[in-house]
Antibody
Framework: QVQVVESGGGVVQPGRSLRLSCAAS????????MHWVRQAPGKGLEWVAL????????YYGDSVKGRFTISRDNSKNTVYLQMSSLRADDTAVYYC??????????????WGQGTLVNVSS | QSVLTQPPSASGAPGQRVTISCSGS????????VNWYQQLPGTAPKLLIY???QRPSGVPDRFSGSKSGTSASLAISGLQSEDEADYYC??????????FGGGTKLTVL
């Protein structure tokens, strides 16, 4: 069965860096675009980043552009989110999700359980 | 402030039909397809509707979506207690960003 599992969250000081991982299984990972979406405590969903199936194209939300980098290793069925210059307003649950119906369509059919990033001094 | 505008709340009695609106612009809903997500408390979002009006396998036909111009809507008929959740619309924007609505909290009376 399809599974997406995030890891790497935790407490980090403002200005520091953190790398999230998302391990996928149960499908042909290299055929799918993958997204990161975050949700601050008590708030709505915010799109963070997209990486195409082969890693050739990457897009970022305005609030993370220049600070976050999405990447993938298709040999390990894993997508990453490298986060730098972290700020308090980056505190959120970060979800990894597979894009199924179209390219850059935001139709995300499988989501992980999320990993909490808490930026605090 | 979300790019897509949804009402913060909606409600209905069991068995009733409710609709949730989502308003965007020519750069997102006007030119790209709309998706809808359901998020139960403490869980990850679940895809309910994709490509404006398509249901993934396993989603009951009580849920339906539509789009007209720069607006979209989600309709839930035969409302059930387990439908109580947060609902989000989402679409790609031509500025090369994904955009979500602010979410609508549905209460089943």
């Amino acid at each position: 069965q399809v599974q997406v599992v995030e890891s790497g969250g935790g407490v980090v000081q403002p200005g520091r860096s953190l790398r999230l991982s998302c391990a996928a299984s149960g499908f042909s990972f290299s055929d799918y675009g993958m997204h990161w979406v975050r949700q601050a405590p008590g708030k709505g969903l915010e799109w963070v980043a997209l990486i195409f199936f082969d890693g050739s194209i990457k897009y970022y939300g305005d609030s993370v552009k220049g600070r976050f980098t999405i990447s993938r290793d298709n040999s390990k069925n894993t997508v990453y989110l490298q986060m730098s210059s972290l700020r308090a307003d980056d505190t959120a649950v970060y979800y990894c999700a597979r894009e199924e119906y179209g390219v850059a369509s935001l139709s995300l059919d499988y989501w992980g359980q999320g990993t909490l990033v808490n930026v605090s001094s | 402030q979300s790019v897509l505008t949804q009402p913060p709340s909606a409600s209905g009695a069991p068995g009733q039909r409710v609709t949730i609106s989502c308003s965007g612009s020519s750069s997102n809903i006007g030119t790209n397809t709309v998706n809808w997500y359901q998020q139960l408390p403490g869980t990850a979002p679940k895809l309910l509707i994709y490509s404006n009006n398509q249901r993934p396998s396993g989603v009951p036909d009580r849920f339906s979506g539509s789009k007209s111009g720069t607006s979209a809507s989600l309709a839930i008929s035969g409302l059930q207690s387990e439908d109580e959740a947060d609902y989000y619309c989402a679409a790609w924007d031509d500025s090369l960003n994904g955009v979500f609505g602010g979410g609508t909290k549905l209460t089943v009376l």
